[in-house]
C-alpha cells in the first residue's frame, strides 16, 4: 500500500512495516537524528543510501485525544512535552530575529519594522521541524511516538509553533473538511502558554503563518484568509508594524 508519494519521498506498507525511500538530500541528516532519538521516535533500521523501516503504528494522537478524557489528555500532553525537552541538544548558535525578517520580506514582500523588542532565546538544538498533530502516534505501549521529522537546528520554538498551528487553527480538522474544533486544544494551548514564553510562542506561530500563507494563497485554500487575519492579529499584539508593497497579497 502507497501512503504517500510526492517529490522527495515515498510511502509504503508491506505487512507491519512501513519502508521510507527519500529523494532528498536531506536523509542522511533525518536517518541520522532518527537514530539518535529512537526512544522517543518510532525505532528505524537503515535498508540502504535511501531507504529505511520502521513498525507500522494504527493509533494516531488525534484518535488518542477524541476518545480520551481530559486527565489522561493533559497527563498525555505533559509527557509529549518533556519529549520535545530532551531531543539531542547543541547549544552553540545564536540566535538573531532579523534572520527571519528577512525570510518573511523575501517570501511576502512585506516591509517588517519595530521588531527589535522581540528578545529571542538561544536555545539552538535539534528539532522535529514538522510537528504536526498529525505526525504524531501513539504505540502498542502506550507511548507518544513521532515521525516523519523534517530535522533541522533550530528553537525548540519551531515544534511548538507547529502544534499550535492544530490548537489555535484547528488544522487538521479543517483540511479534512471538518470544521469541528476538539475542545481539548484549548487546554493544550493554555498549558503551552503556562509553560514558554508567550511573546515568543506568538511570534513563532506569526512566522510560520506568515510564510504558510503565499502557498495556500496560490492554491486557493479556503482557510486561507483565517491564517491572514491571525497573523496580523499577532503581530498587531507584538507591536511589531508592517507595511505592504505588493497590495495583491491581501486579495483574495
Known amino acids: 500500500m502507497k501512503l504517500i508519494w510526492n517529490s522527495w519521498e515515498i510511502v509504503e506498507k508491506i505487512?507491519?512495516?512501513?519502508?521510507?525511500?527519500w529523494k532528498w538530500e536531506a536523509f542522511n541528516n533525518q536517518l541520522n537524528f532518527l537514530l539518535q532519538n529512537n526512544d522517543d521516535f518510532i525505532k528505524i533500521k537503515k535498508i540502504n543510501d535511501?531507504?529505511?523501516e520502521m513498525d507500522f503504528i494504527k493509533t494516531r494522537y488525534i484518535d488518542f485525544i477524541k476518545n480520551n478524557n481530559l486527565e489522561d489528555n493533559i497527563k498525555k500532553f505533559n509527557e509529549l512535552i518533556y519529549k520535545v525537552l530532551n531531543y539531542s541538544k547543541e547549544n552553540n548558535w545564536k540566535n538573531n530575529i532579523k534572520k527571519y525578517i528577512d525570510k518573511l520580506e523575501q517570501r511576502t514582500w512585506i516591509k517588517f519594522s519595530n521588531y527589535e523588542?522581540?528578545?529571542l532565546i538561544d536555545d539552538i538544538w535539534f528539532v522535529h521541524w514538522d510537528l504536526t498533530v498529525s505526525n504524531i502516534m501513539i504505540d502498542d505501549n502506550n507511548e507518544i511516538v513521532f515521525i516523519d521529522p523534517k530535522w533541522t537546528k533550530e528553537s525548540t520554538y519551531y515544534d511548538w509553533?507547529?502544534?499550535l498551528q492544530s490548537f489555535c487553527m484547528n488544522y487538521e480538522n479543517i483540511i479534512e473538511n471538518n470544521n469541528d474544533k476538539i475542545p481539548i486544544y484549548d487546554?493544550?494551548?493554555?498549558i503551552l502558554y503556562e509553560k514558554f514564553d508567550e511573546k515568543l510562542l506568538d511570534f513563532y506561530l506569526a512566522v510560520h503563518l506568515i510564510w504558510a500563507y503565499p502557498f495556500f494563497k496560490s492554491k486557493k485554500r479556503p482557510y486561507t484568509i483565517d491564517f491572514?487575519?491571525?497573523w496580523l492579529d499577532l503581530f498587531?499584539?507584538?507591536?511589531?508594524k508592517y507595511e505592504m508593497t505588493n497590495i495583491s497579497l491581501m486579495s483574495e
Do not use: A, C, G, S
Open 15 to 21: 505487512w507491519n512495516k512501513v519502508i521510507k525511500t
Open 50 to 52: 535511501e531507504q529505511y
Open 117 to 119: 523588542h522581540i528578545k
Open 161 to 163: 509553533w507547529k502544534l
Open 187 to 190: 487546554d493544550f494551548k493554555n
Open 228 to 230: 491572514l487575519k491571525k
Open 236 to 240: 498587531t499584539k507584538l507591536w511589531i
